[in-house]
Structures are given as C-alpha cells and as structure tokens.
Nanobody, 117 residues
Framework: QVQLVESGGGLVQPGGSLRLSCGASGSFVSINRMGWYRQAPGKERELVAVISSRRSTNYADSVKGRFIISRDNAKNTVYLQMNTLKPEDTAVYYC???????????WGQGTQVTVSS
C-alpha cells in the first residue's frame, strides 16, 4: 500500500509563503501522477496542481503564477511552493498520488493552511 505523509501546513499572513511536502512510501512504491487538492469549509474539494512523472504540470487558474508544484522522483515526494498567499487560499490541503501499476489514487490525511492577518 501507498502511504502519504504531508507536512508544511500552518498559519501565515496574506502575502506570505508556505511550502507543503508530501512523501509517498511503502513497499514497491511506483507513483505516476502526484498532486495537491484543497477543500475550504463549505466548498467542494478542488484540484490545485498536478505533476506527472515526467514533471509536466497543470494548475488551477486561481493559483497559477503563485504556486509551483515540483517533485523528487527518487524520493517519491511532491512539493507545493505557495507564494503570495491570499485568505481565499485557506483550506485543508490534501496530497494525492496515483499508483502507476493499478491506477488507484491515494490520499494524505490533509494539512491545514490558514492565511490570515
């Protein structure tokens, strides 16, 4: 099984930055796509950014130009550098990873990001 361990969430002021990390671990780990999703109170979970094994990326329009997703394939780790944070970025951020063999998606437990003055 794939286990996702997230870190980096917290409280920041508007305009500040945070970097989220998510490492995939487990026996015979083989990860295809990795991504970040978020869910704000009262809203549906939405895609923030996704990155393929070849490091092609896609971003939600709301974060494009502010967030950068990257990955370290050797470590099976995905990062989300969040810059120029806005209050509307406040949400629980979830890491997602797709198993290359089965196509099954795995989720982290989520990490809270709060942007407030």
């Amino acid at each position: 099984q794939v286990q996702l361990v997230e870190s980096g969430g917290g409280l920041v002021q508007p305009g500040g930055s945070l970097r989220l990390s998510c490492g995939a671990s487990g026996s015979f780990v083989s990860i295809n796509r990795m991504g970040w999703y978020r869910q704000a109170p009262g809203k549906e979970r939405e895609l923030v950014a996704v990155i393929s094994s070849r490091r092609s990326t896609n971003y939600a329009d709301s974060v494009k130009g502010r967030f950068i997703i990257s990955r370290d394939n050797a470590k099976n780790t995905v990062y989300l550098q969040m810059n120029t944070l806005k209050p509307e970025d406040t949400a629980v951020y979830y890491c997602n990873a797709e198993h290359a063999l089965t196509g099954r998606g795995y989720w982290g437990q989520g990490t809270q990001v709060t942007v407030s003055s």
